[in-house]
């Protein structure tokens, strides 16, 4: 058979869509209305590799490791579907490489996890699992099982994406007082549910009664209630962890509710799963399910249908509403503008580390010069990403990233202008915190468009962005900078560069009283301690730092 003949055989056959776990129904039915579907539940990991080859599309759960060496095989495969939430068991960088789209289901169960939450509170506030396990025991212990009532309680969350704030409107409806702290959620949307909102994590701390966790799992979270946390908590609070295992440190989870500090705990997650023994597992004031929270028909029947919809629409040319690498940037935009992208996502990153603690209620992207006779809406949502990535439930990507800051009342506004002084092209991120303001800018210098950042806190300096970097405020007084050094030298921590800003950049509020900004990258992240190490010493007023 003659090579065309061949192609237009190939181009005849149907698209092959594989469906390698059990899915809801739904989905599968769907799929089948456009594609040859396979479904392949049971096969091993040596079948899935030598058959992968022969389809256009595979829908996946948990289960399945997509990963470079899987995709190697998959020679016709364009999209990859993910019956879930998270991406973590896809390569995504590898897919791309190979231009095959990744799509998930983002939305698929946030009601399910909020009504776990909701199911857990009421178990540990009316101690069910004990008294039911006492009644069918053959025991009639009524006053034993005393519980308290919801109502005039304080529920504290923290992390208050869209499943923070399902738990909250339903909290609300049994009468509880709900305080909650997430700095990327805009003032207005906690007017708008009717929550209080926390200034800090340890305002939240204070207040609550119950206390239940809904954050991303990041360097920052990893183990973020621990003994010193659970120490500014009341006397009696209640934990309830419905998210990710790793935010309790477990062991001063269990050693404060030795000392009866905390008065329960109700876990659907743990730090190692799958896990049958553990230390809590046996102690009468803990609640503990096997990660449960995504699990009912309902949820798994809306992931795969939601995951089978977006890979119909990416392998019929139909509109990818949750795709995490879509790419978006015109052809004849890339050659000027692709450079830019790694610039404004890392202006994103350092604005929202410089308003850290503030609620984000509007993010503004200023491009100026030659980028701005350009469609520049890849890199105003390169900056939200930069903003968002690492502080949502929900993995963040250029598709998915206006929705989200959508869902936390936070408004976007891209500005553009032709002119700019001094260089050919700059770009300012603005992220605005009620009356406050904070501004980053940066553009690019030299034929290898390397990154330099320009201006924060309203000071100007010019310094080469490199993976780590830490910025300091503090009196502009002699030897500030010997003071980082030094510390720095302790702690084995080299720096890279260094800049000092005194001069208020161009629209930048002046009369800071003395105030200098300094700018330090470094080989390596600067640990937490160190940064407060330094800003406890006297004339040094605030210090952040950021991985880019």
Known sequence: MRGDAQMALASARPLRVLVAENIGRSGVELLREYFEVQEGAGWSRDELAQRIGDYEGILIRS????DEQLLAGASRLRAIGRAGVGVDNVDVGAATKRGILVVNAPQSNVITAAEHTMALLLALARNIPRAHASLTGGAWERSKFSGVELHGKALGILGFGRIGQLVAQRARGF?????AFDPYVSAERYRELGVDRAQSIDDVYRAADFLTL???KTAETEGILDAAALQKCRDGVRILNVARGSLIVEDDLKA???AGKVAGAALDVFRSEHVTEHPLFGYPNV????HLGASTAEATDRAGFQAAEQVVAALTGGVVTSAVNLPTMAAEDAELLGPFVPLCRALGTIAAALAEGASIDRVETEFLGRIAERDTRLLAIQVLLGVLTGHTEEDVGVVNAPALADDRGIELAEIKRTTVRDYADLVRVTIVCGAGRVRAAGTLIGRRNRPHLLEAWGQRFDVQLEGHLTIFRYRDVPGMIGRV???FGQHGINIVSAAVGRQPYE???SGDGGLAAMVITTDTAVPRQV???ITGCEGFVVGRTVSL
Do not use: K, N, Y
């Open 175 to 179: 009468g509880m007082r709900v305080v």
């Open 63 to 66: 289960g399945t490791e997509v």
């Open 485 to 487: 050094g030094t510390i």
């Open 214 to 216: 809904h954050l991303p």
């Open 256 to 258: 404060a509710l030795d």
């Open 287 to 290: 609640i503990v399910t096997p």
């Open 531 to 533: 940064l407060d190490e």
């Open 507 to 509: 629209g930048a509020v």
